[in-house]
């Protein structure tokens, strides 16, 4: 070991007290590697390190002719050949290695620097997307002042920032606006759809705001739009989802469908009239598709009855046939039409004042929720018979779907008239129908908007608004001491029921808002429409808000509804709000 360290080291000549004396000028005449040296390493008597000497003799200590002789075999080296190894073409193939060895170690550490420096370049120049944790801002909306303006404006706000990506003139006041894609699958650009208060119905394309088509108002003839545009499956066969829209003439019982090409904005057919007798809020019209493929309408006034897709098409093609896809039948539908076979077929009659598609969780098609007076009746989507009936007064607000309980059945949270100036929150169980939460809340607003956002484990976190509540853990519900005129933005989690997260509050009234979700960061990102006080011959203030969930769970203010045991500690909640991740609903309405 002695005289390997010394070859390591270059330092020739040196004696070890153990081992034979070390020759230089043997050595240089041999570029032996260590292993080598190693296998042939003289012992102090003479024999090789590996045990014995070839030849089972001892030669005598120190002599130079011993030790010369003694090197001899280590050239004659006998090859698999049979014949001796050449020494000179030893140490060209050993310089060949060593040459080779050198420039693979100089390739490997080129390119492992040239790595490094393009993994700095991009890290340095190339820009990252924003990430938009904590992106929160509000835009103020009104006219431009010394411009003629026309009757409304379509404006398109950055979802980043809120600046003003297009906008554009509409001749009358929106009643709705619904982005989709009609030509699902493919590769084309997302639409708006535009409805108006009166006889506006157009498409927009959503990236430029570059109108594709408008309904001439011709061809509603002597009617007036009675809600928002409604998408079918494709009619016309040319690959683009249609459209139907129900138009109202000057007295109730003329209700006129009007079909309209997707590509075109042409009608599909001369319109189709109903006579409908009924007493209350106009129901529909939305499109229901039963698990085995038939499409039916439903709408109704304070009543739901249905008419079949394909009864519309053949009456507006003024034929008896239609296409294969319209062809289907549900029989329990079916089963529910008049005596004398009248296209319409009665759902239900019971004061209706809202009409909801929630998804069914044992079955390929949706189930319908109704909102009456009296309160909640779930309707299986197969047959129409009540799944649970639930006994509500005072309903303010469409029921919202999210996920409260672990059954992976949708649930409902419901705003209740609970005297002057107070609103109960409550979750319904959508397998039962009872109640598995309530809280009463002080708000002065006439209807403000709930919603609900889906996280990757099954739950939802929903959103409501209500007046200051005391963030002391009180035993009965204690208003707080602003006025009125504020208020805040309330978070319920299913795994928290005993708290709320204050996350934001507004001074105007609440009139819309909506839940988007970023794919990326898997953040969701509450959208707020309000509007202060109008002044005469002004126009009331418009306000368009956006708030990051995520960010917002962080830094909210924890209210304590009730004493809960364990008490839940700050730092828990943190923990456990940092790891929610948001996803886009599995349900649709």
């Not at 007064?393 to 309980?405: E, H, I, K, V, W």
Request: overall charge negative; charged content about 20%; proline content about 7%.
């Amino acid at each position: 070991m002695a005289t390997v360290l010394s070859r390591a080291l270059k330092l020739p000549g040196k004696k070890s007290p153990d081992l034979g004396e070390y020759d230089p000028l043997t050595q240089a005449d041999s570029d032996e590697s260590e292993d080598d040296l190693v296998l042939n390493l003289q012992q102090k008597n003479g024999g090789v390190k590996n045990g014995k000497s070839p030849l089972g003799e001892a030669p005598e200590p120190d002599s130079d002719a011993e030790v010369a002789g003694a090197a001899k075999p280590r050239h004659l080296e006998v090859t698999a050949e049979g014949y001796p190894s050449d020494p000179l073409g030893g140490l060209e193939q050993k310089a060949t290695s060593s040459i080779v060895s050198y420039v693979r170690t100089s390739v490997f550490l080129l390119t492992l620097v040239i790595s490094m420096i393009l993994v700095l370049v991009c890290a340095f120049l190339i820009p990252c997307p924003p990430r938009d944790l904590h992106s929160t801002w509000s835009r103020h909306l009104g006219p431009q002042g010394g411009v003629s303006r026309p009757a409304a404006v379509l404006v398109c706000l950055s979802g980043m920032n809120g600046s003003t990506l297009w906008s554009t003139p509409l001749p009358e006041e929106a009643r709705d606006v619904t982005c989709m894609d009609l030509m699902p699958g493919s590769v084309a650009e997302t639409i708006c759809l535009v409805t108006g208060t009166h006889k506006m119905l157009s498409v927009f394309n959503a990236t430029s705001g570059k109108a594709i088509w408008t309904l001439k108002p011709d061809y509603l003839s002597n009617g007036t739009l009675a809600a928002p545009g409604v998408v079918l499956p494709d009619l016309d066969g040319d690959g683009v989802r249609d459209l139907v829209v129900l138009a109202i003439g000057d007295s109730q019982p003329d209700l006129c469908f009007l079909l309209v090409s997707g590509r075109t904005g042409h009608p599909v057919g001369r319109p189709v009239k109903y006579n409908i007798v009924g007493v209350g809020n106009l129901i529909g019209p939305q499109v229901y598709i039963t698990a085995n493929g038939a499409v039916y309408i439903l709408f109704g006034f304070g009543n739901i009855q249905a008419v079949a897709l394909r009864d519309i098409f053949v009456q507006a093609q003024n034929r008896d046939s239609s296409p294969p896809s319209l062809q289907i039948e549900e029989p329990e539908w079916e089963k529910r039409r008049a005596i004398n076979l009248s296209e319409l077929i009665d759902i239900y009659s019971d004061g209706v004042e809202l009409l909801q598609m929630v998804k069914a969780p044992d079955a390929n098609c949706s189930n319908l929720l109704i909102t009456t007076g009296q309160g909640l009746v779930l309707l299986r989507g197969q047959n129409l018979t009540p799944y649970w009936t639930v006994s509500l007064q005072g309903l303010r607000s469409q029921p919202t779907p999210g996920y409260f309980t672990d059954d992976e059945t949708l649930d409902f949270l419901l705003q209740i008239e609970d005297g002057v100036g107070m609103r109960k929150m409550v979750v319904v169980d959508g397998d039962s129908g009872s109640i598995t939460w309530s809280y009463s809340a002080p708000c002065h607003m006439r209807e403000t908007p709930t919603t609900s956002a889906v996280t990757s484990d099954q739950k939802s976190v929903f959103l409501f608004w209500a007046e200051a509540l005391s963030a002391a853990p009180p035993n009965s519900d204690v208003q707080g001491t602003e006025p009125p005129s504020l208020h805040h933005l309330y978070l319920l989690h299913p795994a928290f029921p005993s708290i709320l997260l204050d996350l934001a509050n507004a001074t105007g009234t609440v009139t819309a808002s909506e839940v988007g979700i970023n794919d990326l960061w898997k953040d969701a990102f509450y959208v707020t429409r309000t509007t202060g006080p109008s002044s005469e011959g002004h126009p009331a203030p418009l306000v368009v808000s956006k708030l990051s969930l995520r960010w917002a769970m962080m830094e909210g203010q924890v209210v304590q509804l009730k004493e809960s045991t364990p008490k839940i500690g700050r730092g828990e909640l943190r923990r456990f709000f940092s790891r929610i991740k948001f996803v886009d609903s599995p349900y649709q309405l």
